[in-house]
């Protein structure tokens, strides 16, 4: 009696811990790279950029671009929302930016990746234009440390869509 009890809440407390212990090493490990320096990873090469939403004097969203010469593609990144500012458009606006972006810098198309579980963001991508181009499973986190137990109870789909602006 005690083991299925116990059992159901150890479990659902290792989820828990290798969650957010995955998390906040994605986020750690975000911190120290672009986003410590946006200017140098997103300003100052040719083919990027990043924005900022502003409403009511608040940073209520972001969203950047990376160009990539080589096969002519800008990557839509690190698009996100404050959560009391979602459903009024600004993530749409954001997307917009960068797409009009990838218009005038002459890109042929739009590339993200996201692990987003919510539906709205990709339903969100798709009312942009974007076509679901593909899935991989059991996706790692840059920062995580792929032991047994994390693969157990964190595990994540890494969606890919593109957009064709114009063929090369």
Known sequence: FLLTCCLPILLMGMRYYFSRKVILHYLDCAL???MSDIEQYYM????????????????????????????????????????????????????????????????????LGTTAVKMAAHKLYESLGFKHVGVVEHYALPGMTHSLLERMFFQLRYHRYRLQLREE
């Open 44 to 111: 100052k090469p040719p083919g990027s950029c990043f924005w900022v939403a502003v409403l009511d004097g608040n940073v209520v969203g972001i969203v950047a671009a990376r160009g990539n010469e080589e096969d002519n593609t800008v990557e839509l990144r690190r698009m996100s929302v404050d959560s009391n500012y979602r459903g009024k458009g600004i993530a749409k606006a954001l997307g917009r930016k960068v797409l009009e972006f990838a218009v005038l810098n002459n890109y042929s198309s739009v590339v």
């Open 32 to 34: 120290h790279t672009d």
